[in-house]
């Protein structure tokens, strides 16, 4: 976090309400892009809320950074009492990640949204948007469970919407599909804090872990724990409750597919992360175990199993979705370690996937409404009518198969590194192998898109200076990251740290 | 746990019956394929549920339950199955098996727990020696509302309160994105108005008595809304409860009727703007030198200083603690309110024809 000790974004009276600016911003900004006049408006109201998010994020990484955590009491009653906000190394990393993707793709949106979504629900699909763009930043900013649940559902409630409702009507049934399943997952996430609250009165999540420290065994705490990871599961797309993600994704308006597949599952993984290490704690029996011998082979099997089924997939976007849930299995491949060196490559990989994830959707998405175009074939082609657009995919699919030079690569390496100080060969096994499969549909992609002939005479134009913009930022922050990756890093590091978790060589 | 040495009482045994119904309408639900049916046995389950945590004394739960699980919400899936089949298909029996399984894990997973659970009641359980006396000692002095648990979740917990009124807007939200808004029902061609239908005396009885319920459930609807902070309500039933006014109307006097007089823009927008409103008093908080949602910063300095010292209990200012609920309660009651309306017109917009005139 060294890079914003010096880093004063906002006067100190904005400062210091930053925690709750974070989410308000993006909420005030969905009801006003509800209330707004036109499309036009609702965009910049759109781009302009994120922007805000984006800026009080990072007047919180500077607190962060100087103070190493930021309370904020709502109401101003101190907890247990009230709800508090409490914002550490690995709060910041993800509302940074989140507001920061969320400029990009509210940028993006302009364009997309008038070829994608009816006229007349498009300044309400902008304002879902930002309602998931709070709810999001809430989950990265509370300190109490049950406000994690409370913006669980304001992130996922109007997310199954704005998946469903767009031109292809295979999302429809996906949707649905989401809406089941990650129903489920809330309520399994919700009774689970019930069992805790019953076990330790209080919801404030330091202070649960304080008294379930004390507690010693209990059935009651052991159930809440089954429950509350399933739950977190079933919505971060952990193998093998991934069954909603990949139509979710795929058939999604795209302005979905760019914002989801970067943060919804991350933010997931995230409070799975702060349940593990900050609530329940590794020391814990069950919570080892469950490290050891339910999520690091599941994690495993994952990353194989998904980068495999990717090779086969015809529909371009359902090889990215795919994808993503053999990168979830990475990531917590790396936090089922348990060390800080796991945990922080993971949460670098993390980092970098959400940045190729949404690159990769953005390049797609920019092109689709140009060529209306899904299966793979259907992009044959494509990287000699659009260089620019698909120069940036190319980018972010060299990210995406870890080539040197990418950002892609390091957090692979880190990966590897953290496996081989656990002693843990099967997972560097299983990386090289994962990656071999990574190889071959990346080569499929991009031999497809720049080797093959245009299938028909209609050429697929250049995506519009507007998506440009945004698809670039994020490819250049690839290869940047790849070559300079001391922010990522830091910021990964530093999270690990909050996590409890020291490096090796210093002191317990 | 009653033991079974010592005779039950009068409680243990209402309990007993009521939870023995609940779980008969369960099964009875699995088991019907016909969804008229289900939708009707869910609306007894939330009922008998309601009167079960008025045994249990959680009178603005019960309230909750009876507005929402019992009332709005059977309205809206009755909506619902008129756009859909009115039964549901044969599923084979293996596909079964594997749902079963995952159900009969959960369940035991919850029974493993449950008996380690304090039992009902207990003063010496975990929620009810911390938290749960703080609030009871402490929010009389702090907030000033006669009912507690309108002190927890408009003050104490009232950022979680904006959240679940931003989900509310959410799925209206969704609703809205999905079905459309019932546009439908104002392009078709008109229909019978009231003043037609007077003419030619049809349903008498239904449109009187529906005249005279709808002004008495507005007016009830109110008093719940202002009577939140004193007694079992608030935002969140007032708001259903007024909904079920305007639902009922549109059901007796046509869709059209209704929309003429709440366009479905108008209740769009009230459902944002009501977040607006709750989010808003917590700005207001911040610019008077609050935290957010501290509603002791409701007013300005400046006004303060004119109002009698009555108002400063204990550091806190009750003034600003009673109009700050107020005001958020407003919020989430035009938020729910016209939500539920909104949901209720994407829905029957779409279907053939609600009203008791029409042929559908």
Partial sequence: MNAFIDFYAAPPGLTAHAAPLLVIGPLIAACAAALSPSTRSAWMISVGGTIFAFWMALCLAGEVARNGVVNYYMGGFAPPLGIAFRIDA???????????????????????????????????YQSGFLLCVAGLLGLSATGDAFNAFVFLEVSSIGTYALIGVGVDRRALPAAFNYLVMGTIGATFFVIGVGFLYAATGTLNMADMSGRLATLGDSRVVEAGFAFIVIGLGLKAAMFPLHGWLPAAYAYAPSLMGVFLSATATKAALYLMARFLFTVFGPHLDFVGLFLTWVMAPVAGAAAIICSAQAIFQTDIRRILAFSSVAQVGYIMLGVSMASAEGVSAGLFHLFNQALIKSALFMALGGLAFNIKATKLSDFSGVGRTAPWTMTAFAIGTFSLAGVPLTAGFLSKWRLIEAAFAAHWLWAVGVIAVSSLLGLIYAGRMLETIFFRAPVSEERAGEARFGVLVPLWILAAASVWYGLDASLPVDLSTAAAQALGLAPAGAAP | MPSFATPLDANTIVDIALLAMLAVIVVAVARTRSLLTAIILTSVYSFISAVWLVVMDAADVSFTEAVVGAG???????????????????????????PLLLVTVTGGLLVYAALDLPSLGDPSAPANIYVGRLYLQHAEHDIGTPNIVTAVLSSYRGFDTLGETTVIFAAGLGVALLLGFGERALQDTPRPSMAKMAESGQHVVLRVSAKMLIPMISIYAFYVQFHGDLGPGGGFQAGVIMAVAIILHALVFGLQETMESIPPQLARGLSAFGVLLYAGVGVVNLTNGGNFLDYDHLFPRIFEEGLPDSHLVGGHHIWGQHF????IELGVFLTVASTMVTIFYAFAGRAPDLSPHGEG
Avoid: D
């Avoid at chain 1, 690995?90 to 949106?109: E, H």
């Avoid at chain 2, 700050?324 to 005001?327: D, K, Q, S, T, V």
């Fill in chain 1, 90 to 124: 690995l709060g910041v990393m993800f509302a940074l990640l989140i507001s920061g993707i969320g400029v990009m793709a509210a940028l993006f949106s302009g364009h997309t949204l008038e070829a994608e979504i009816m006229k007349g629900k498009r300044r309400l």
């Fill in chain 2, 72 to 98: 709005v919400s059977t309205i809206i899936a009755l909506g619902a199955i008129l756009l859909t089949r009115s039964e549901c298909s044969r599923i084979p029996w293996r596909e079964t098996l594997l």
């Fill in chain 2, 324 to 327: 700050g609920i107020l005001a």
